[in-house]
């Protein structure tokens, strides 16, 4: 348990000119090892969750009043809900602040984007005409990454691995850059008392120092009249107000303000030389962590892209592309292409962008993996089975109890499945897709993946995740 003491040398002192910071108040909330437990719904995969209170400054989020087992809840593996920080989801109502989709399409970076929660919240913030490109710059990270915003099943996301700098060459081609940035962590001391043990303030110095070169090494990459959303879970203003300062004065950008309901309490600050507008989340004010966010406006081109010229691609496989089409819905609005044996496919409004990042950056993961052909038949991908652009109707789908939902994801057997007909099957619960398995005359085959399964040893408790309404 954290108590006042406890707090890293120098860091209580290095808060008291913080706006907002109110110390026996903030020493006293972090006495408490009782934190909130708040998730945010799919809006696409619609659950009823009972027992909540809404989180005002989100949509389709809530705090539950127990933390349950999400890891055996198999709605939770269905991507039907995100377990996510509350104050880190203010960056829901910053989009809806400067996102109109009367303006749309619009091209969305996520620069430091794993583990994935608010990569998935912006995915359900944009449209299907929007593009979602998330980024990862630590390789090992990417495939949580990956594996969230499969869950989450949107087919217009681009997953990347690649350092900040790499975006300087695409001049001007996102309208949208969010920037969690790496930071000293002191927001999330309550919820992890061993981030005091990193804390110290030449640490403040040296990730105010990489936070600056992170945001100037994208800045090219923001097209003229776009905007920089800016996070750190660090209550120092070094990291928060002053490298609002200094975006001001080594770029042109304007702050924009953004509108604050009082009972939120979320405290709003300007910064020391340009008055650019901060907004904080402290734990003894709010229901959440701590959490620092800004908005800024670019007013200045900074070149563009050269023009974009296509290679000279092979014809496509018409063929093979009309064996897929009835797996998806609606597919005269996708594109479909090829890597190596592997069907995908993403939007058609977003081929020229997915042609454009394949020549500038490392991508990992490309729309909606489909799967491959043998012959006639579609041997599916998992992306597949979560996807919003599948044709459930395609596929036969066998309906799993609680148990032999946790006995699927584990890739244990399954008892008692009463199978009525053989082949590639959609493995559903309560309707939602988990993924596929092949039924044979006398056994299944589980195509779960292997990386993903459950390892947890814990005896699963009936229904494990959060209470549904019935």
């Keep these: 348990m954290a108590n006042h003491t406890s707090f890293p040398k120098g860091f209580i002192h290095s808060l008291q000119d913080v706006p907002g910071f109110d110390e026996q108040a903030f020493a006293a909330v972090h006495q408490n090892t009782i934190t ?30 127990s933390r349950p087992s999400f890891t055996f809840d198999p709605l939770f593996h269905a991507g039907a809900y995100y377990v996510q920080e509350a104050s880190s989801m203010f ?8 996102y109109n989709a009367d303006d749309s399409p619009f091209k969305v970076l996520d620069l430091c984007a794993a583990p994935g929660g608010k990569s ?24 949580i990454l990956t594996d969230n915003l499969n869950r989450w099943g949107n087919s217009n996301v681009i997953v990347t691995n690649n350092d ?48 600056e070169r992170i945001l100037a090494d994208v800045y090219p990459a923001l097209t003229e009249d776009g905007y920089l959303i800016y996070s750190t879970c660090s209550y120092s203003y070094e990291e928060d107000e002053a490298v609002l300062d200094w975006l001001c004065t080594e770029f042109d950008f304007e702050s924009i303000q953004i509108p604050l309901e009082s009972s939120w309490n979320v405290v709003e600050s300007r910064s020391a030389q340009h008055k650019a507008w901060g907004y904080r989340f402290y734990p003894d004010k709010v229901k959440g962590e701590g959490l620092f966010a800004a908005c800024l406006r670019k007013k200045e081109n900074t070149g563009e892209l050269p023009s974009y010229r296509p290679k000279n691609q092979s014809k496509p496989n018409y063929k093979e592309i009309d064996l897929l089409k009835p797996y998806i819905n609606q597919p005269g609005e996708q594109y479909f292409f090829k890597l190596n044996d592997d069907w995908l496919a993403i939007g058609k409004p977003h081929r020229e962008s997915l042609e454009i990042l394949q020549q500038y950056l490392y991508l990992k993961k490309s729309g909606v993996r489909l799967g491959k052909l043998a012959g006639k038949e579609l041997i599916p991908d998992h992306e597949l089975a979560l996807s919003l652009i599948i044709n459930k109707n395609a596929f036969i789908q066998t309906e799993l109890t609680y148990d032999q939902a946790i006995a699927y994801l584990r890739k244990d057997n399954i008892e008692d499945l009463d199978i009525q007909e ?6 559903t619960y309560q309707g939602y897709a988990l993924g596929w398995a092949k039924l044979l005359p006398n056994r299944i085959n589980n195509y779960y993946p292997k990386e993903i399964r459950i390892l947890a040893q814990a005896p699963a408790p009936k229904g494990g995740g959060p209470e549904t309404q019935e």
Aim: hydrophobic share 40%; net charge positive.
């Design 164 to 211: 900040p700098k790499s975006f300087a060459r695409l001049k001007s081609f996102f309208d949208i850059i969010v920037v969690d940035a790496p930071c000293s962590g002191s927001g999330m001391f309550r919820k992890d008392p061993a981030a005091m043990e990193e804390w110290s303030e030449a640490n403040v110095e040296l990730c105010q120092q990489r936070q």
């Design 91 to 98: 960056i829901d109502h910053i989009m809806r602040t400067i």
């Design 120 to 143: 998935t919240l912006i995915s359900s913030a944009i449209s299907r005409d929007d593009l979602l490109v998330s980024n990862e710059i630590i390789k090992t990270r990417v495939p």
């Design 36 to 65: 909130p437990t708040s998730v945010r719904i799919n809006p696409h995969k619609q659950i009823q969750l009972a027992n909540t209170q809404p989180i005002p400054w989100c949509r389709d989020a809530v705090y539950l009043q």
């Design 422 to 427: 053989k082949g590639w099957s959609l493995m």
